[in-house]
């Protein structure tokens, strides 16, 4: 499976962004996609999951502010990000954990910064 991150960018505080993950396969049958985040000096953290049945886990931090969708018939994956916050700058990179059976894969990283 390759990824590709797209989407982030400089926003302002209480802005949105969407990041958009397309992959090389059909997403329909993978298991979790998600989105990770890393910010300078910190270890790279579990920002949105969404599993193949439809649920989904936030990390506390972004609950209520970020939503994490797929759409099955682009293969993509999106994050929409609303009330951003200075502290969310990081960059973001998406995930795909296919099967046990399959190697994850990671995207290449899209950067959001948010000015205060």
């Known amino acids: 499976v390759q990824l590709q991150a797209s989407g982030g960018g400089l926003v302002q505080a209480g802005g949105s962004l969407r990041l958009s993950c397309v992959a090389s396969?059909?997403?329909?049958?993978?298991?979790?996609m998600s989105w990770y985040r890393q910010a300078p000096g910190k270890q790279r953290e579990l920002v949105a999951a969404?599993?193949?049945?439809?649920?989904?886990n936030y990390a506390d931090s972004v609950k209520g502010r970020f939503t994490i969708s797929r759409d099955n018939a682009k293969n993509t994956v999106y994050l929409q990000m609303d009330s951003l916050k200075p502290e969310d700058t990081a960059v973001y990179y998406c995930?795909?954990?296919?099967?046990?059976?399959?190697?994850?894969?990671w995207g290449q990283g899209t950067q959001v910064t948010v000015s205060s």
């Open positions: 396969v059909s997403i329909f049958s993978i298991n979790v």
């Open positions: 995930y795909a954990a296919p099967d046990p059976y399959t190697p994850s894969a």
């Open positions: 969404s599993t193949s049945g439809s649920m989904t």
